[in-house]
Nanobody
């Protein structure tokens, strides 16, 4: 089992940047594929990005491609989401999630076993 804690959210103006962190504790961090999801008020939780155990393979939602970068540091048991050129429509609670390194679809919330508590990102226009 792994415990996840997000940090780094806040209020930023459109065009600005934020870096979210997801600190993991428990079992070996490199045993997990890591994902970032977000949920805006009144909307379903949606996929943002995911990174495989080694960092060699990333997938992004079309809405964030070219603006967001997912990364991880297995020595620090931490995953990151660098968010640049933020837009008001990026406003949401951002969650990190973990799933074991097994073959399968990795862009659906139900594919992930462990979740953090979320961190609020608000982008003002």
């Amino acid at each position: 089992q792994v415990q996840l804690v997000e940090s780094g959210g806040g209020l930023v103006q459109a065009g600005g940047s934020l870096r979210l962190s997801c600190a993991a504790s428990g079992r070996t961090f490199s045993s997990y594929t890591m994902g970032w999801f977000r949920q805006a008020p009144g909307k379903e939780r949606e996929f943002v990005a995911r990174i495989n155990w080694s960092g060699s393979s990333n997938i992004y939602a079309d809405s964030v491609k070219g603006r967001f970068t997912i990364s991880r540091d297995n020595a620090k048991n931490t995953a990151y989401l660098q968010m640049n050129s933020l837009k008001p429509e990026d406003t949401a609670v951002y969650y990190c999630a973990a799933r074991p390194n097994i073959p399968g679809i990795t862009i659906r919330a139900r594919d992930y076993d462990y979740w953090g508590q979320g961190t609020q990102v608000t982008v003002s226009s």
